[in-house]
Structure formats: structure tokens, C-alpha cells
Nanobody
Framework: QVQLVESGGGLVQAGGSLRLSCAAS????????MGWFRQAPGKEREFVAR????????LYANSVEGRFTISRDNAKSTVYLQILSLKPEDTAVYYC????????????????WGQGTQVTVSS
């Protein structure tokens, strides 16, 4: 079955950086658009970034543009999210997601989801 496993979260101070990883299995990774979403306490899950199947196209939420970088390594079936200049408002559970049907920024566009990794930013 399809599995997406995130890692790399943790507790960091404001201004710090993190690199999240998501390892995929059970799907044809190179045919899957990959996205990152996050859910802060008491808020709905929101789109963060997505990357096209071969990495030629990326899209970011306005709130993270310039600080977050999504990338992928199809040989390793892994997608990454580099986060710089972390802010307390970046505190959330970060989820990776896979979309084999096209591209999009809505939860419903993605068929496969990881279990999430917690990112906590202290001020």
C-alpha cells in the first residue's frame, strides 16, 4: 500500500531552520505531484507548497514564499521542504501529500497523506 513518512520536525528557535523529508513507497513517485500542507492548533489544514512530477514547477503559499523551498529526488522517492527564518506562526503539524491525478492546492486534490511531523517554533 502507499506510505508517506515524514521526518525532520522538531523544536527550534525563531530564526532557525529545518529540513523536512517525506519518503514515499507503494506508488510511482515520478508520476505523482507532491505537496506539503500544515495544520496549526485550532486552525484548518492549509496548503504550503507543491512540486510537479519532475520538479520543473513549484508553487508556494503567499505566507511562506521566499522562506520555504520544496524539492524532490525521484531516485529516492523523497520530497523535501527546506524552511528558513522560522517564525512562531510556522508552528504546526506538517503533512506531505501525493496527487496522481494532476496538480492542485486543495486537500481534496491529494489522494495520499503522511501522518505528519510536528514543527514547533519558540520565540
Amino acid at each position: 500500500q502507499v506510505q508517506l513518512v515524514e521526518s525532520g520536525g522538531g523544536l527550534v528557535q525563531a530564526g532557525g531552520s529545518l529540513r523536512l523529508s517525506c519518503a514515499a513507497s507503494g506508488l510511482t513517485f515520478s508520476r505523482t505531484t507532491m505537496g506539503w500542507f500544515r495544520q496549526a492548533p485550532g486552525k484548518e489544514r492549509e496548503f504550503v507548497a507543491r512540486i510537479s512530477r519532475f520538479g520543473s514547477s513549484t508553487l508556494y503559499a503567499n505566507s511562506v514564499e521566499g522562506r520555504f523551498t520544496i524539492s524532490r529526488d525521484n531516485a529516492k522517492s523523497t520530497v523535501y521542504l527546506q524552511i528558513l527564518s522560522l517564525k512562531p506562526e510556522d508552528t504546526a503539524v506538517y503533512y506531505c501529500a501525493g496527487n496522481t491525478r494532476g496538480s492542485g492546492t486543495r486537500d481534496s486534490d491529494y489522494e495520499y497523506w503522511g501522518q505528519g511531523t510536528q514543527v514547533t517554533v519558540s520565540s
